[in-house]
C-alpha cells in the first residue's frame, strides 16, 4: 500500500519524504507502555504490549455507535499496523479500524486515533 501519486505530490509540498520499502513493513514504532503492567492490570485503548514473539500490539475497545452490539466480541489486542500503513492512512480522507472497517480518520475506532495520532 504505497502512496498514489496525488499523496507523493502533498507530501512533496510538505516536505515530507515518503519512507522505503523496506522501513514501510516495518510495523509502526509505539512505545510498550503495557509491557510491565502489576498482575490483574486493565488495559485500555491505546495501550501497547510486545508479545512473546515481539510484535506489538495494541488494545482497542470500540467505543463508535457502529460497534455497540459486537464491542464485547471485538475488545482485545490487535497487531500494530505497519508504518507504511499508518503513513497512507494520513494522507487518505479514511483510516480503518481495527475490525476491518473504514471510518474517518478522527473518529474513536480509527487506528490513528487509537495510536494517539489524532
Not at 510498550?32 to 492490570?41: E, L
Not at 500490539?57 to 470500540?62: D, G, K, L, V
Not at 474517518?104 to 475506532?109: G, T
Request: hydrophobic share 35%.
Amino acid at each position: 500500500m504505497a502512496l498514489q501519486s496525488k499523496q507523493i505530490l502533498i507530501a512533496s509540498a510538505l516536505g515530507y519524504t515518503p519512507v522505503g520499502e523496506q522501513e514501510g513493513s516495518e510495523q509502526f514504532p509505539i512505545d510498550a507502555d503495557f509491557q510491565d503492567a502489576p498482575k490483574g492490570s486493565i488495559p485500555s485503548t491505546g495501550n501497547v504490549r510486545r508479545s512473546k514473539q515481539g510484535v506489538l500490539r495494541c488494545f482497542w475497545i470500540p467505543a463508535g455507535r457502529n460497534y455497540r452490539h459486537e464491542a464485547d466480541d471485538l475488545t482485545g489486542w490487535y497487531d500494530v499496523p505497519t508504518l507504511e500503513d499508518v503513513e497512507e492512512w494520513t494522507f487518505d480522507s479514511c483510516c480503518p479500524t481495527p475490525a476491518g472497517d473504514e471510518v474517518e480518520p478522527d473518529h474513536a475506532d480509527s487506528w490513528l486515533r487509537i495510536l494517539g495520532l489524532i
